[in-house]
């Protein structure tokens, strides 16, 4: 099935809207949580097991595979799907956010948790061609520019992709942040330009920008909507706190066209979903929920819980008496906490399994609710 | 059902059989081999998984479970099958084989993998009464005995429990190596008249020392075949190389009575499985698959492969085309050999993975060859 966005319920109470997303790979219902498999795979879970799990979107970082092994491998194993064993969907990213995080030192949490920063003078020289950078893997020099990143896409095969964007510091006047976005603007649109010779049946989503000014949030969606993308994104600074997102959310959401739907990059936690959800966003992409898995924070309906706490060491229930993931279905907490304590790599992947499983079952809630005009 | 042992077929060949070793969890299709799971997993590998993957034996360390989370807390949970989420049947040491690997500095690799060496001084003072040493975790002060060590392996509830002996150094004159000879005899002595008190459906199996001594070693034998253990299994040092392993091994077995099953302890290589299953061996555990398996060395029949290998990299195969495993029906070697460069945790579940599964189908053309009289 070529992609397609159907919106299947508006809230009478809010902008939220239940919907589907239709791929070559099937459906993602939305509002929908997208797990983050940065170099093909979520820490510590296979994928046959994700799949079996229900997470219908996959994100996977086009700046790590385009360096560990490399476009061309995956392409030659016959693209990402094929490569990796994933039978459902998978959007890439354009490898922008990743190598400006270099550039402004907000170095991604991806590769700090490798231990190895090796990012003084990583990005070489920014034109307006492109960016030239080091490989944080080996040292050796790459060029990433509008072409470049959709052809890495094309290779990599995935069912949505994006356009390669500038990321500007959160700290930046006026001025620059305009010329930042214009010069984004003119990349975006030459991605969507390779793009379109060769669709490949993928979908693309153009991304907005702007930082947390409501003018340039405003210019970004007027100068990108007069473009065929199929989705629209939010990206760049979107505030230093939740009620920064939460405005900026509120405001932007109404600017872009209604047919279309709208990610949020790279936003995850609880509270932020729940603030955003309302103005209208579809999907989200966030490390969240794996990450605090393998801190051992496990999201429960009450909250997180600290399964290091000593109360969990004779705590023989499972995470959540209700919850039905493969992890708490056979494991309780004291052998949890026992597995983290003992820093058994069983534990990263019981914890994965059972974060992500809840954010699965919560967006499933969260649909139910609009469906009643409850958010 | 209460333990035990029955041959199926003796091979004409040799001193190779083929028997089944029954437990209150399940029966043990032998020659069989145990997978090492130190802290009640194996590592990467959750034990429904492992349940499913068909490995009949686990082997967990008291020594480590003492210490993390503390055999009380694995009493409460309802003993270790219940707090590890392990049906099948489970086989627990003694300690002390860690114990004095810290005193005599080969330290145990489970310990040294764990980048923190603090053995110096860990062992406080070895007396007729036991061993007292410090956590290797957080310094606090332990006394293992022949009867702390069975009752600590009573809390546990394992199906096959090991009596409490001293591990000697590999280079010890034949005076000092009898002297501890003697000992290990009456502390197994006394780890068995505390088990006899409370048999607790539990198999207790003597374990045969003297190192690489004939006379040492023929003395071990005539002295515990004398005690009503459930099985024998052969430890202490075993030969510095396989060729004196092999000697050692031929020359004990038939010291031994022939309807009790004989464990080997430590040993899961496969030329040393090969080398030793003719002369009888039933049961061999080991942390070398597993271990291997993280290391990036995968198992096949053509022997083991480094899948960091450049050759991997667009290797669209899986590791052995005629494999069943879980990763072998879904993963290609370039996928494998991109997620290890990339250091990701997936790797390690689906390399252990396949390689128990191998160790698991391995036996079993091992078990059709001795009842074909081949071995």
Wanted: hydrophobic content about 35%; some cysteine; charged content about 25%.
């Amino acid at each position: 099935m070529p992609f397609q966005f159907k919106i299947l319920h508006s809230s009478k109470k809010s902008r939220a809207r239940v919907g589907k997303i239709i791929t070559p790979h099937g459906d993602i219902d939305t509002p929908g949580f997208v797990a983050v498999g940065t170099n093909g795979t979520i820490k510590g879970i296979d994928n046959a097991t994700l799949d079996a799990m229900g997470v219908q979107l996959m994100f996977c970082n086009t700046y790590h595979l385009l360096l560990q092994p490399g476009t061309k491998v995956v392409k030659e194993a016959g693209g990402l799907h094929a490569f990796i064993n994933r039978k459902k969907p998978i959007i890439t990213d354009s490898g922008g956010f990743q190598v400006f995080s270099l550039a402004y030192g907000g170095v991604h949490d991806e590769l700090k948790s490798r231990g190895k920063k090796k990012t003084d003078g990583m990005v070489l020289k920014i034109t307006e061609d492109g960016v030239h950078f080091r490989s944080y893997r080996d040292g050796s020099k790459f060029l990433l520019t509008p072409e470049s990143s959709i052809l890495a896409q094309k290779e990599l095969g995935a069912d949505i992709i994006i356009p390669f964007d500038e990321l500007p510091p959160y700290h930046i006047d006026k001025d620059e942040l305009a010329k930042s976005l214009a010069r984004t603007h003119r990349w975006e649109i030459r991605s969507l330009a390779t793009h379109l010779e060769n669709p490949q049946n993928q979908a693309i989503y153009a991304v907005i920008h702007g930082g947390v000014d409501e003018d340039l949030r405003k210019e970004s969606c007027q100068t990108l909507t007069k473009y065929p993308f199929d989705g629209f994104a939010i990206g760049g600074s979107v505030g230093k706190n939740k009620r920064e997102l939460e405005e900026l959310i509120r405001f932007t959401t109404p600017l872009l066209p209604e047919d279309k739907p709208v990610h949020l990059l790279g936003i995850g936690d609880l509270p932020s979903l729940a603030a955003t959800i309302p103005s209208g966003i579809d999907t989200f992409d966030s490390s969240y929920p794996t990450k605090a898995a393998r801190h051992g924070l496990l999201l429960t309906k009450e909250g997180g819980i600290k399964i290091k706490q000593g109360f969990f060491k004779s705590h023989f229930a499972p995470i959540e008496a209700d919850c039905s993931c493969f992890t708490c279905l056979q494991y309780s907490c004291a052998y949890l906490h026992h597995l983290l304590k003992a820093n058994e790599l069983t534990f990263y992947t019981l914890a994965t399994i059972h974060n992500l499983h809840f954010m699965v079952k919560m967006m499933q809630e969260t649909r139910k609710l609009i469906f009643e005009d409850q958010i």
